[in-house]
Structures are given as structure tokens and as C-alpha cells.
């Protein structure tokens, strides 16, 4: 018998874990504050409950993917919240991308009422979430993660245990969000350098990522741009909002990111500058307000 | 027949380029300060000239593999240099890394003696260069990609050909180590931050290289560091310069750089530690410094 899953916000990609675990045959009890995603839910064949403890009346494995730690303990710890039903040995796992120092508190706060929490952050867009071949770095307790090994590989084909603390699997993903941050403002600075020496933004594409300068980042963002591709894979506000926390994180360990607080800078340029409803590569549109050079 | 090559220069990358050409069977000329890099030349098969000027003499291709543009005058202009014997519609292929605008002039200094001038700057290290197999990021007019036509696939299986005025090749080369440099001191950055979090290095190593996160020289760099490989693939000081020039391109061309500028600062701080005869990924070491982090 394959258990009952609930799933707190079906939006970009809570919306399309749904539509995975349906295709593989798990019953989705779900909750959204927005009746439109409620309905695009229950057209992917999950149920929709009126609450949070709704839906957590229904299953042991409760998946948060929520906006921020403030609508996370808004459903886990408010009135009409998860631990208002969730069976004690119930599992709560954290898909948002938080501080992991709050995950570690949530963590705390809901084990006073015998749920566990494994800290699961995703990666990959609403596609792959859809496709069940999301990136998922995973930290908790043992007990957690068997509770939840038959779930998982429904939603992720890159599965990493990072440790088996929570708040360790948002750390890792900051890790590497502060990469693709800085990898992405550094794809447009060179890109507009390029430009304003008369290269071809075509021939920069392909030198670059052929040669020691390529990164993920750069292949995806910059291929859009020049293709002119206006479609928002990566919507601006959550990649400044990562490496945002990213910043938080070494602030409070102490660990100085130069070059992580100088990228922010340009996302937060990016959003002054009106692109905030654009795709993340928009950064890009910094540089040419700095440098006046123009994409063919 | 294959045509007669002159090379100036068979240093690390030099002598990898001497071995490759007398592979495909090329009769080589070679010319260096050192003794002993021209005692090396002549074990690999080529004949050692007293001058460049004597090396010239003999070839109408002429390579110049040396330090910068202070050498690469010296060598095509100076006392016994190329311009004394190479024959009008002779080619000197720069592979040196160099300023974009020193390169052009240098055309048009050679173009007075009839010379023709290919930007061919390189990549990929000594191991490629003897294999043949490096990047080149070509420049230069029909004439000089014409007589280079044979020998340029001996040396490198990956050749674009970036534009037709000598300069653009430094310059796409300078927008690819831009990257490389700044992706270089992001994976250190990230890799401190990971580190001083508590993550094992190794899950970082797999997790930022299987997400969005991932580079090149993430890749490279911190798998070596990581490993405890010490061995200098990449001389600290080479990526330093060559950042360096970028910094200069975008100052004339008021293309700002604010990621490569703090980048750099990094690179000085590393040559400041101490670190100028390590590979350029010991400035994970500046982190080290600043965070007080241990790689296990």
C-alpha cells in the first residue's frame, strides 16, 4: 500500500509534485490559500481540504512547500495547522527554501509534539518537478527518511542525504544557490563585456562553454537571452531571495562572501530596475543599463 | 609538404605545442631565453636557432609562445628579431595572452614590414598542448588563416575562429578567464561557507556539481583542492594576470566589472599570502585565512 500523502501549496512546483505522485499512484490530500491552485489540484486528481490539519488528518507524510518560514509555521504551528492532527511519528518535510537556522527551530518546535521534520529542499523548476526529476538535497533523522523512502524517488531522480540534522539540507542548497547566483550576474558581466568589444554574443556562447569559463548557469540563462526566449523559467525574485539568505547564513556563521554580497547588489538592481516579473537572467538588463551595449 | 614552423618560446605551454607539431610530422625551429627550455626543444626533435631572427630565416609561420607583450616586441621587433628575416607575407601566430589593443597595434607595426598577424591565444594547459588538443580563440584576416590552415589542427581540435581583426581572439579569451576567475574564487567562497556550515566537503563536491550551481572550474579546481592534490596544474599568478587584463579591457572600454574587480582582489590577497607558486585554487587558502576553516 503505498501511503497517503498530504501537500501544503500547490503552486509552481508543490503543483507539479502533485501531478508526480498522482501519475505513480499516490492519494494527495492538499491544501492552497488560493482557490485557483486548489482547483488546478484537484484537476490533477488530488483532494482538496479546507486546512492545513485537514489534510494532515489524512496522512502520516505531509510535504510543505510553501513561500517562506512565516507561511511554514503559519501551516505547521497556526490555528487550524499540521500539528493540530498529524499522529505523533507523523513527518513533515520542508521543501521550501528557509534559513536553514529556522528549519532547526521548526524542527524542535514540532518534535514537542512527536512529528518529525526532514529538511528537503528542491531544485530544478516546475518542469522537472513535474517530471519527478527534481534535485533534492535531504538532511533528518533516520526515522524521517524511512518514513519517507517510499515518496521520494516519485519526486527526485538526484537524491543527496547531506547530513541528518534539518536545516543541514537548506544550507546545502545555499551553498549552491550562492553558486548559481554569482555564476549567473558573472555570466552577464562577461557577456556585456564581450559586447561592448564587438564579439558575438553567438561565438561567446559557444567558446565559453566549451572552455574553462562554462557553468551551468551560463549554459542556461545566457542561452535564453540571446535566443531572446522571454519566458520566465526562473522567476528574479527567488534567486535573489536565496542568495539573500545565502548572505544571512555567512553573516551569522561568520564566513565573509565577497563575491556574493557584490552579485546581490545586481539582483537587487535587477528588481529596482522593473524587472521583478522577468526571468533571473534579466540581471543582464543591469549591465546594459550600466554599459548601453544591445543584443542583436 | 608540410610548411616549416618557427616557434618562440617552448616554456610549459611552448614545448607541449614543439612535441605536438614534431608528432604530425612538422619540421620545427625553436627559440628561448633558457637554456634549458631550449635543451628540452631539442630532445622533443626540434632545431635550436641562436635567434629569433634565425628562426624566422626559416620558417614563413612563426609562432611566439612568450610571457607578454614586453616579450612578444622584444621577439618580433627587437634586436634579431622576426621582422629581420621573415619574409613579406610571413605570419606571426600570437598565442600569448595579451592585452586586445597591444595585439592590434602589433598587427599594424607588422603589417609595415608586410608580416600578417594571426590572434590565436590558447588553452587548456601543458598536458593538451603536447596532446594537441587545446582551445585556440582565433583572430586574423583570410591571408593568415590560410597559410596557418595546416598546422593549426596539430595543435588544437578545438578552434573558433572569433572574428577577423587581431585582438578579438585576446579578447574572447579575456571574457572566457574573466569567468574562470570569478567562478574560481566563487567555488572557494562556497566551499568555505559549506565548510564553516558543517557540510562535508565531498557531498558539496556531488551536490553543487550535479545542480545549477556547477562550473568548470568548480569541477577542476575543487576537486583538486579536495582530494589534497597539490600538484600545480594552474599557476596562480597566470589566472591573476589574465583577470587583470580583463580589468583593463573593461576600464577602456567602460564596461564595468564589479564581480571580476572583487574577484581579483582575492587573487592579490592569495599573492600577498604567499600562494604565488601554488595552483590558482589555493585561493581557497584566502578563505581559509578568513574563516579559520579546515579542509579534512
Given at each position: 500500500m503505498k501511503p497517503v500523502i498530504g501537500l501544503i501549496g500547490p503552486g509552481?512546483?508543490?503543483?507539479?509534485?502533485?501531478?508526480?505522485?498522482?501519475?505513480?499512484?499516490f492519494t494527495v490530500h492538499v491544501r492552497d490559500i488560493n482557490p485557483e491552485r486548489n482547483a488546478l489540484a484537484q484537476a490533477a486528481g488530488a483532494i482538496v481540504e479546507p486546512t492545513a490539519a485537514a489534510v494532515a488528518r489524512r496522512a502520516r507524510i505531509v510535504i510543505t512547500v510553501v513561500v517562506d518560514g512565516a507561511q511554514t509555521d503559519e501551516v505547521c504551528l497556526g490555528a487550524g495547522g499540521i500539528v493540530e492532527t498529524l499522529p505523533k511519528g507523523g513527518v513533515v518535510m520542508m521543501c521550501s527554501t528557509v534559513a536553514p537556522s529556522y528549519t532547526a527551530g521548526l524542527a524542535q518546535r514540532l518534535a514537542e509534539y512527536g512529528i518529525l521534520t526532514l529538511d528537503a529542499p528542491i531544485s530544478g523548476g516546475p518542469a522537472r518537478a513535474?517530471?519527478?526529476?527534481?534535485?533534492?538535497?535531504?538532511?533528518?533523522?533516520?526515522?524521517?527518511?524511512?518514513?519517507?523512502?517510499?515518496v521520494l524517488p516519485a519526486m527526485s531522480d538526484k537524491r543527496f542525504v547531506v547530513g541528518d540534522t534539518p536545516g543541514q539540507g537548506g544550507t546545502m542548497k545555499l551553498v549552491n544557490n550562492l553558486l548559481a547566483g554569482i555564476h549567473n550576474v558573472a555570466a552577464a558581466e562577461a557577456l556585456a563585456l564581450g559586447l561592448k568589444a564587438g564579439l558575438d554574443p553567438h561565438k561567446v556562447f559557444d567558446v565559453v562553454m566549451a572552455s574553462s569559463g562554462g557553468s551551468w548557469m551560463f549554459g542556461d540563462r545566457?542561452?535564453?537571452?540571446?535566443?531572446?526566449?522571454?519566458?520566465?523559467?526562473?522567476?528574479?525574485?527567488?534567486?535573489?531571495?536565496?542568495v539573500g539568505l545565502a548572505l544571512d547564513l555567512g553573516r551569522g556563521l561568520q564566513s565573509p562572501l565577497p563575491l556574493g554580497a557584490a552579485a546581490h547588489q545586481i539582483f537587487l538592481a535587477a528588481l529596482a530596475h522593473g524587472h521583478a516579473g522577468e526571468d533571473d537572467n534579466a540581471v543582464f538588463r543591469v549591465y546594459q543599463a550600466l554599459t548601453g551595449v544591445e543584443l542583436p
Open positions: 509552481a512546483m508543490g503543483l507539479g509534485i502533485t501531478r508526480a505522485l498522482r501519475r505513480h499512484g513535474e517530471a519527478g526529476t527534481m534535485s533534492m538535497m535531504i538532511a533528518g533523522g533516520k526515522e524521517a527518511l524511512d518514513l519517507c523512502a517510499g545566457v542561452r535564453r537571452l540571446i535566443d531572446g526566449d522571454k519566458q520566465v523559467a526562473a522567476a528574479m525574485p527567488i534567486l535573489t531571495k536565496d
